[in-house]
C-alpha cells in the first residue's frame, strides 16, 4: 500500500473517533456509555500511527534517495498492486466521521422490530403512591405481564419515549431502543398508545395515561398498552439508548 494513502486513513479514521468520542456526545448514537474511553484510545492510537508513518517515510526519503513508495512497489513487481482499492472502501466511513455523523436508531428501526421480552422478574415491591408514577417501558411491561398481584391497574403512569406512528385503530407505538454493546445488537421496547392525535414519527414525548384493559391483567395475554391522558412533547435525551426514567416534563 502506498504509504501516503496508508497515512491519510489513519488520520482519517483517528481523527474521526476523537471528534465524535471526545469533542462531542455523537459516539452515543453508535455505542453504549462505557465504550467512551476505549473509542478515545483508539482514535489517539491511530492519529499516532499516522503521524508516525509520515515521520517514518521522511526518513526513509533522506536516507536512500526515494521519492515515494510507489517507485518500490514498481520495482518489486507491482507488490500489493491491488491492496489500495480495497483501502479506498474505508475512505468514505472515515470522512462520514468527520463530517456528518449518521443518525441514531429511531422510528424507521423500531418499527421493523417486534418488541422484544423483558427480563422476567422474580417479585415485585409495592408501587408508591405517586400520581402519576413514573416508570420506564420495561417496568411497566413487567408489570402489565408478570405482576399478578395487578398493582398498576387503575394507576395514572407517565413513560417518555419515542413515537412510531401507525397501527390498527389509530393507534401508535411509544419506543425505547436498548443496546448492550453497540447499536448491531439493538432492541425494542414498545408500548401501545391510544389518544386523538399522533405525534410526528421519531418526537420523543412523555404520555401520561391508565393501562388499557385487555386479556388478564399480570400474565401474557394483557396487552401493552396505555390510554393516553396528555401527550407532551420533550426533548431527546443524549443518551437515547437506554430505557431510564427521565425528569418529568415542567409545567
Known amino acids: 500500500m502506498r504509504r501516503a494513502l496508508r497515512m491519510t486513513l489513519l488520520l482519517l479514521v483517528g481523527a474521526g473517533l476523537l471528534r465524535v468520542a471526545l469533542f462531542t456526545d455523537l459516539y452515543l448514537r453508535y455505542v453504549k456509555q ?5 473509542l478515545i484510545a483508539s482514535g ?38 491491488g491492496t489500495p482499492r480495497a483501502a479506498w472502501l474505508l475512505l468514505p ?35 408508591p403512591a405517586t400520581s402519576p408514577l413514573p416508570l420506564t417501558l420495561s417496568d411497566f411491561t413487567r408489570r402489565v405481564r408478570q405482576d399478578d398481584t395487578q398493582a398498576i ?11 412510531t406512528p401507525g397501527g390498527r385503530d389509530g393507534d401508535w407505538s411509544l419506543n425505547r431502543i436498548i443496546i448492550s454493546c453497540c447499536a ?5 421496547v414498545k ?36 390510554e393516553a391522558r396528555s401527550v407532551r412533547k420533550v426533548a431527546k435525551p443524549v443518551n437515547a439508548y437506554t430505557d431510564a426514567l427521565l425528569p418529568a416534563p415542567s409545567e
Open 93 to 127: 466511513p472515515a470522512l462520514s466521521l468527520l463530517l456528518w455523523a449518521p443518525p441514531a436508531l429511531g422510528a424507521y428501526t423500531a418499527a421493523r422490530q417486534p418488541a422484544q421480552p423483558v427480563t422476567r422478574a422474580s417479585d415485585f415491591d409495592p408501587l
Open 34 to 38: 462505557g465504550m467512551r474511553p476505549l
Open 184 to 188: 448491531a445488537d439493538a432492541r425494542t
Open 153 to 163: 391497574k387503575g394507576r395514572v403512569v407517565r413513560l417518555t419515549g419515542f413515537v
Open 44 to 81: 489517539a492510537l491511530l492519529v499516532l500511527l499516522a503521524a508516525a508513518e509520515a515521520v517514518s517515510g521522511a526518513r526513509r526519503r533522506e536516507d536512500d534517495g526515494h521519492g515515494d513508495d510507489e517507485e518500490q512497489e514498481h520495482g518489486h513487481g507491482h507488490h500489493a498492486s
Open 191 to 226: 408500548v401501545r398508545v391510544r389518544s386523538p392525535h399522533t405525534p410526528a414519527a421519531d418526537t420523543w414525548v412523555t404520555v401520561t395515561g391508565t393501562w388499557r384493559p385487555g386479556g388478564t391483567l399480570g400474565t401474557a395475554s394483557a396487552p401493552v398498552a396505555l
